[in-house]
């Protein structure tokens, strides 16, 4: 089956502008996780949900960043009035649970540069 | 707070040596987990190795193993017969619910 998929690869954006990026989780996953991945960084942990709630948002850093999960599978992340220190690349996994032992398998990444 | 620390940037082996990777963690957590992750040009997670902090016995995948100290919160890697597609960051990861990853380090293989 196919594996997390997420869009756009990579996304340039003007300092001040909004965007979306978008992650399709394995089919049946029902715990979702997003995390940013500065240059040099391990990823950091923004935010997970399990089925349509969100479960912890601990992770995101202020409240131009917003996340949801209408139906429990394909999530959004939403950026308001992106800054250049939004640069990075934003990594989605999904995992069959949310507990420990269930594996997180990881997307590709959305690269997002702000001008 | 849980943390977890990679001391080495960066790291380079010989083909078809052996390299080790460390990896030191902090929490006042009994049961956890803590996973080795390899990250090529791709960007794409790749999961090498996982450890249950519960269970005292080092885990071991095919060339990559695990030397797992819980009273010293150490979690290393040992890559045996190392092999040019080895190269990647590596990632130690410590989960409760989320992951918690160190800042990785560089592995660098040569012919």
């Known amino acids: 089956g196919a594996g997390v998929s997420q869009t756009p690869s990579n996304k340039v954006t003007e300092k001040g502008k909004y965007v979306e990026l978008r992650c399709d989780p394995i089919s049946g996953h029902t715990a979702l996780y997003w995390y940013r991945q500065s240059l040099g960084q391990g990823p950091e942990f923004l935010i997970y949900?399990?089925?349509?709630?969100?479960?912890?948002d601990s992770g995101l850093p202020n409240d131009r960043f917003f996340a949801v999960r209408p139906e429990g599978s394909v999530s959004t992340l939403k950026i308001q009035r992106t800054e250049r220190g939004d640069s990075a690349v934003y990594l989605c996994?999904?995992?069959?649970?949310?507990?420990?032992?269930?594996?997180?398998?990881f997307g590709p990444g959305t690269r997002l540069t702000v001008l | 707070a849980q943390t977890v620390t990679q001391s080495q940037p960066e790291m380079s082996v010989q083909e078809a040596e052996t390299v080790t990777l460390s990896c030191t963690y902090d929490t006042s957590e009994s049961d956890y987990y803590l996973f080795w992750y390899k990250q090529p040009p791709s960007r794409q997670m790749i999961l090498v190795i996982r450890?249950?902090?519960?269970?005292?016995q080092n885990a071991t995948e095919n060339r990559f193993s695990v030397n797992f100290q819980k009273a010293a919160k150490s979690f290393s890697l040992k890559i045996s017969d190392s092999q040019l597609g080895d190269a990647a960051m590596y990632f130690c990861?410590?989960?409760?619910?989320?992951?918690?990853f160190g800042t990785g380090t560089r592995l660098q293989v040569f012919p």
């Open positions: 990861a410590y989960r409760t619910d989320k992951l918690i």
């Open positions: 996994a999904s995992s069959l649970g949310a507990s420990s032992y269930n594996e997180q398998f």
């Open positions: 949900f399990q089925g349509t709630g969100a479960a912890d």
């Open positions: 450890q249950e902090a519960y269970k005292q």
